[in-house]
């Protein structure tokens, strides 16, 4: 199984991601400031961001999921990776595992064409860390993953915390330079089976 991170990897969400940050700083009084928040954060969570402001993580997390979910827009695909998840979804089963919440993902790939891609769609909602999920898909041989790709220094420990390889993606979130111990970095969806196959999870 190959899991994926969405935020940033699969969905092109940071204007969205932004304004609900901007938002739950509002209502909860404080102020986001940075504008670029996501960029050198560590973890990548908003939990963090809310640490960063003072602010409750637990509440302003559900207020950033509150407020994405409210949007009547979803958010673009990111070019060239719907090719790619088709040709993934053919040599194994794929997973989503996001803090975003599950009923936005199920609308983004209802929308996108993708949800006959996935076998696992885990959202934020399930209350576990992608640690957590990936060590629990592990569990099981049926679900069992075999590599995580991801666009941030938090996926790339967490992956490595469940004894699984990371892909590390360019387009995404943070930067080249934060993607440190990743075991492969693609610059494009294109290249991303070509990877997997060589890190031996094909």
């Known amino acids: 199984m190959y899991c994926f991170d969405f935020d940033g990897v699969i969905a092109d969400s940071r204007a969205v991601c932004l304004a609900a940050c901007e938002h739950a700083c509002q209502v909860r009084g404080g102020a986001l400031g940075d504008a670029d928040p996501f960029a050198t954060l560590d973890p990548l969570t908003f939990e963090a961001i809310a640490t960063q402001r003072g602010l409750d993580p637990a509440v302003f997390a559900r207020d950033v999921s509150d407020y994405v979910a409210s949007q009547p827009q979803v958010s673009t695909l990111i070019p060239g990776m719907g090719d790619a998840l088709h040709a993934l979804a053919e040599t194994a089963p794929l997973a989503i595992i996001s803090a975003t919440h599950g009923k936005v993902l199920r609308r983004f790939l209802d929308a996108h064409d ?84 060589e890190l031996g999870a094909a």
């Open 114 to 197: 993708l949800a006959a891609c996935f076998d696992h769609v885990i959202g934020g909602d399930a209350g576990l860390s992608k640690a957590e999920v990936l060590k629990r898909l592990a569990d099981h041989a049926e679900t069992r993953p075999t590599v995580m790709v991801g666009d941030a220094i938090s996926d790339i420990r967490a992956a490595h915390a469940a004894d699984l390889p990371c892909i590390a993606v360019t387009w995404g979130w943070q930067p080249r330079h934060m993607l440190t111990g990743a075991d492969r970095i693609v610059s494009a969806p294109a290249d991303l089976l070509s990877t997997i196959s």
